[in-house]
């Protein structure tokens, strides 16, 4: 079965009744849970899985409460560092479901590692873009600084102690470039 096949088939899913179809939905979180993983493998990520150390505790059909045994899976990435995890895990004794299981929920790390990875590109992007526009203000600040001291020249045929100011700050604004 392919990657998309198995999260469509696999996966939970929410929508919006009056904005698409379960199917639609279901479609569009295979893609994203596909794509999250192989992103996750690109970026040398690896899953692992442990006991919690808190079990989980599920209520019963009669009201009562019972703990479990449960599980964490921990994103890492290739130093061993942990990205995202994931933890109050309770497995099926079906091992078929168990492993299922896990590899949605291995692609719901992912997405979640994947998203957060494309928030930081976005912000450090605009981080970027402001830095060369905050440049690009300086160097047309610095500019007419420039000019205004040489017109100063001009006038008085040499720099007055303001015109002298006007050069000093153009080349400050300059140097911090």
């Known amino acids: 079965m392919r990657t998309w096949e198995f999260y469509y088939h696999n996966s939970g899913r929410t929508w919006r009744p009056d904005h698409e179809s379960a199917e639609m939905r279901a479609a569009v979180n295979a893609s994203y849970m596909a794509e999250a993983v ?13 006991d919690d150390d808190q079990p989980a505790e599920v209520q019963e059909e009669d009201g009562s409460f019972r703990e479990y045994p449960a599980m964490v899976c921990i994103l890492t990435d290739e130093d061993g560092n942990t ?25 719901e790390l ?31 600040l610095a500019e007419r600084l420039r000019d205004w001291a040489q017109n100063q020249e001009m006038i008085d045929n040499y720099y ?4 002298n100011d006007c050069l000093d700050a153009a080349l400050y604004l300059e140097d911090g470039e």
Do not use: K, P
């Open 83 to 107: 990205l995202e995890c994931l933890g109050g895990i309770i497995e099926s004794d079906n091992l078929t479901e168990r492993l299922n299981y896990r590899r949605v929920v291995e692609a």
């Open 110 to 140: 992912a997405t979640q590692y994947m998203l957060e990875c494309q928030r930081q590109d976005a912000e450090e992007a605009a981080y970027a873009e402001e830095a060369a526009a905050r440049m690009t203000r300086r160097r047309a």
């Open 38 to 50: 192989a992103f996750a493998s690109d970026m040398c990520c690896a899953f692992r899985w442990e």
């Open 160 to 163: 007055t102690a303001h015109g």
